[in-house]
């Protein structure tokens, strides 16, 4: 163990086993988590060598043939709680993404919560034996996030009951589904439903594309892989044009939207059935997002205690980076932000399944709620993520860079979240969508429950503090006090919003140019509700930690997380009169104060999330600390090394030279 890590452990004031059955839902679930990773970790059939020494075709094959050994194994095993496949799965990968990612993220749960009973007997069995591999084409060339643009068509013929599927377009062909490229033999196509001459918009099919015998491309399927992107090189993202496919009637997803075999279409209750499995994919990447930030943490927070740079103090040694203020400021914020966004992301995994409950037994009520709020959440903490996980890599300086730390492979595989399932800025729009009508409500008499019930009673306070007067935040010490300013900041720029849309229409815009004209309050607005949102739960989830010390230390995380953001947001904060000016110079003081709490603690933080080496794969973030050896093997062990004198000296430089 290298000296520097055991000091920091030593020093720690609460043990990190108590924070990690915290984070695991208690003792028995952290005990089962390391038993799956056992399991996986232990397992032969689960080793490889680097995958940064692969050629994009090797990464590829590589995963198929884990994906393939995983899910047998989890047969096997017979793991079936789906937290727990995640885990396996997870682990399984160890840092491969899953060429049959897609297949069980989507295409599974789309049948799940689509199908009627008997084409859940149909093709659930197919699924599981193998026979069907499948993937969700919804994005095309032409439209990603604004899915009512979708062009590919699926007209029906009642003469043979039948559901002819087409690209009209160059722009309508299918573009970067996971696994379409040479994985999948069937497809979840989601395509504008033409029947009795009507278009009914979005609805979904199942489309078979490869022969299950030969896994050739069916006559009229055009698919292929789209070429290497920015990461993800062993997934096969894919094209996908499809010429006159004929599919019955039986293959459209019949549980809510119907067409019958006349071609009469009935309705589903509620137009956002169809975009279930979005929202179920966007309110689990608020989840990842905590993933990818907890292990970018780690890594760069062992390493800042290990590594030790310049001099405090002329003469003495050199100080362990990690007692640097500049780079306290760069980490510890990110790790109380960590903290937050597992707290948030166990928030909204229990609310899809809470509601995904109430909508089987026929209750859709809280459906648009859900909506707004995985967008709105996707968007804000896959932002947040994505820009931590770069200060992390930069927080390393040079070693940073090296692809042997772990952090660009985090980054690359991360960064895309900003995008899939939504880009980001339109998830805001939508989110701001709900939030305005909301608002619209409440000027309207009407009483809101769930989550924008605080645009309920916030009314009277929404007008600027006079000069003078007292602020909201009487003391920025007091966490709840804290959480009710960024409850009225968010109403205020909910308000601002509205009002905006209000005053571009009196211009005579028509909705649309409003709604454009108005973007930029609409998405803070947006952000300040996601960043309510986020507080509040952070600071509900003290309520339930009883021991003294694990208290103690997330209390000082949730007040440092609370007070960086009303930092960076400082201008709504003033303008609203929920704190003055001398408040934010002691903002900026406690701050301090709080990371110099945080400080003793912050090895065994990133401790208590738990990540084994085998996950992390970075030698910067190995638990024992033993970073510059570990660093030197894995460089020895580059390809480039394996002969004292590459090829291309013999091929090109010896020749130049003796002609010299």
Known sequence: ??????????????????????????????????????????????????????????????????????????????????????LYKR?????????????????????????????????????RSFKVFGTYAQTELGHGTHIRGLETTATYDPSTQEFVLNSPTVTSI???????????????VLAQLYTQGKCFGLHAFIVPIRCMKTHQ????????????????????????????IRIPRENMLMKYAKVQPDGTYVKPPSDKLTYGTMVFIRAMIVGESAIALSKSCTIAIRYSAVRHQSELRAGEPEPQILDYQAQQHKLFPLLATAYAFTFVGQYMKNTYNRISGDINQGDFS???????????????????????????????????????????????????????????????????????KSYRQ???????????????????????????????????????????AYKLRATKLVETAAKSLQTELQRNKSQEDAWNNSSLELIRASDAHCHYVVVKLFAAKLSEISHTAVYSVLSALALLYTLHGVANNSGDFLQAGLLTVPQLAQVTQRIKALMAEIRPNAVALVDAFDYRDEMLSSVLGRYDGNVYESMFEWAKSSPLNRTEVHESYYKYMKPMQSKL
């Open 1 to 86: 163990m290298n000296p520097d890590l055991r000091k920091e452990r030593a020093n720690a004031t609460f043990e990190p086993e108590i924070l990690t059955n915290i984070l695991d839902g208690g003792a028995e679930k952290t005990r089962r988590r390391r038993e799956i990773e056992s399991l996986v970790i232990n397992d032969p059939d689960f080793q490889h060598e680097d995958l940064n020494f692969m050629s994009r075709s090797e990464r590829y094959d590589e995963s198929v043939k884990k994906s393939i050994q995983m899910f047998s194994k989890l047969r096997d095993y017979g793991i079936a709680d789906p937290e727990e496949i995640n």
């Open 91 to 127: 682990l399984a990968r160890k840092g491969l993404p899953e060429s049959l990612g897609v297949h069980y993220s989507m295409f599974v749960p789309t049948l799940l919560s689509q199908c009627t009973p008997e084409q859940h007997d149909k093709w659930l069995p197919l699924c």
């Open 174 to 188: 299918k573009w970067w589904p996971g696994g379409l490229g040479k994985t999948s033999n069937h497809a979840i």
């Open 217 to 244: 491309p069916l006559p009229g399927v055009v698919v292929g892989d789209i070429g290497p992107k920015f990461g993800f090189e062993e997934v096969d993202n894919g094209y996908l044009k499809l010429d006159n």
């Open 366 to 436: 809280e459906l648009p709620e859900l909506h707004a709020l995985a967008a709105g959440l996707k968007a804000f903490t896959t932002w947040s993520t994505n820009a931590g996980v770069e200060v992390c890599r930069m927080a390393c300086g040079g070693h940073g860079y090296s692809r042997s730390s772990g952090l660009p492979d985090i980054y690359v595989t991360f960064t895309p979240m900003c995008t899939y399932e939504g880009e980001n800025t339109v998830m805001m729009l939508q989110t701001a969508r709900y939030l305005v």
């Open 442 to 484: 409440v000027r309207d008499g009407k009483k809101l429950s769930g989550i924008v019930s605080y645009l309920n009673d916030s009314h009277p306070r929404l007008q600027p503090q006079t000069t003078g007067s007292r602020p909201t935040v009487t003391n920025i010490n007091d966490l709840q006090s804290l959480v009710e």
